[in-house]
Antibody, heavy 126, light 108 residues
Framework: EVQLVQSGAEVKKPGESLRISCKGS????????ISWVRQMPGKGLEWMGR????????NYSPSFQGHVTISADKSISTAYLQWSSLKASDTAMYYC???????????????????WGQGTLVTVSS | DIQMTQSPSSLSASVGDRVTITCQAS??????LNWYHQKPGKAPKLLIY???NLETGVPSRFSGSGSGTDFTFTISSLQPEDIATYYC??????????FGQGTKLEIK
């Protein structure tokens, strides 16, 4: 069974650093990109960026570039989302999601998020 | 960035009704469009990928159509368990992928 299990809720102060995790199981972790998606309280979904766990190549949304870092450790099938200096506006639920599928010809097709983690709630407050 | 405009933003319908949600892209995205729903307190769930392909295990009352800039998502006969917020998502232009603003579906 494919699963993405995220780390638990966090409460932090502005200016603090944080790393949250997303552990994949039940599939070949290096064969699918992992994306991170933000959902602010009562709001919609925002794509933050993604990583190819096989080589740690990343893409970021311009809205999040420079404010977060996405990384992965393929030896333990885990992706990370990291902040060096949190702001109150980072308060949100963060989801990781597996991206893509292999078509009948064996080609990897990107774009669709078929498995999601349960979400990690990050609260930043003084 | 490609902007995705969903309508309506909220919708109230009766059990058994046919429900339609539309999504318009700010530029041609071919068929690079997915649909999800999200129930309260839960992660989103993929329903339709590549505009019209039903994800494995998703009931056949859900369907999608469209290409280019205009897309439609339909529930042929609304069930109580379909209450959720529905999102479209484009992946033609990376970065970034973008989602529509969501359609909150309620039972009348």
């Amino acid at each position: 069974e494919v699963q993405l299990v995220q780390s638990g809720a966090e409460v932090k102060k502005p200016g603090e650093s944080l790393r949250i995790s997303c552990k994949g199981s039940g599939y070949s972790f290096t064969s699918y990109w992992i994306s991170w998606v933000r959902q602010m309280p009562g709001k919609g979904l925002e794509w933050m960026g993604r990583i190819d766990p096989s080589d740690s190549y990343t893409n970021y949304s311009p809205s999040f570039q420079g404010h977060v870092t996405i990384s992965a450790d393929k030896s333990i099938s885990t992706a990370y989302l990291q902040w060096s200096s949190l702001k109150a506006s980072d308060t949100a639920m963060y989801y990781c999601a597996r991206e893509g599928y292999y078509d009948s010809s064996g080609f990897y097709r990107v774009g669709a998020f078929d498995y999601w983690g349960q979400g990690t709630l990050v609260t930043v407050s003084s | 960035d490609i902007q995705m405009t969903q309508s309506p933003s909220s919708l109230s319908a009766s059990v058994g009704d046919r429900v339609t949600i539309t999504c318009q892209a700010s530029q041609d995205i071919s068929n690079y469009l997915n649909w999800y729903h999200q129930k309260p307190g839960k992660a989103p769930k993929l329903l339709i990928y590549d505009a019209s392909n039903l994800e494995t295990g998703v009931p056949s009352r859900f369907s999608g159509s469209g290409s280019g800039t205009d897309f439609t998502f339909t529930i042929s006969s609304l069930q109580p368990e379909d209450i959720a917020t529905y999102y479209c998502q484009q992946y033609d232009n990376l970065p970034p992928y973008t989602f529509g603003q969501g359609t909150k579906l309620e039972i009348k």
